[in-house]
């Protein structure tokens, strides 16, 4: 059968780390996000350990805003990759993927977003995927 895809259908995002050997991440891998964008133009996302600590992956450290994929993807993948550092200890992370239809910047995104409904505001998406670190 026929699926919608590209600005038409549903998002998704896939974070993966290329390469691992076993399916988990290590510290010092490069976390790439396969993309899908659906209707949405801006991503914002971060990474939740079980104790509850945030890791922002984007936007990144600078002041900014949600990537724009409509210029940031290339084949289907995020144009940059997220270097795990030591703040990613050993464990499973849950990681979020914010999908708006406008551009979101870290304070604003904290406002919005509530994890118990997965929810950040008229317009957004939230996606939520599993990240193993070793």
Known sequence: GFAAR?????????????????GACRRGDRLVLAIERGAFRHLAAFARSR????????PGPRPGESVD???ALRGGLLDRAIVLGEEHA???YQVYGVFSSAPL??????RRFDAASLRAG???LV????????
């Open 6 to 22: 590209g600005a038409a259908g549903r998002p998704d995002f896939t974070p993966s780390c290329p390469s691992a050997r076993d």
């Open 51 to 58: 104790d509850g600590r945030v890791i922002w992956y984007l």
């Open 69 to 71: 994929l409509t210029s």
């Open 90 to 92: 050993p464990g499973r």
């Open 105 to 110: 910047d870290r304070e604003s995104l904290r």
């Open 122 to 124: 008229e317009g957004t």
């Open 127 to 134: 996606l939520v995927r599993e990240l193993e670190v070793r």
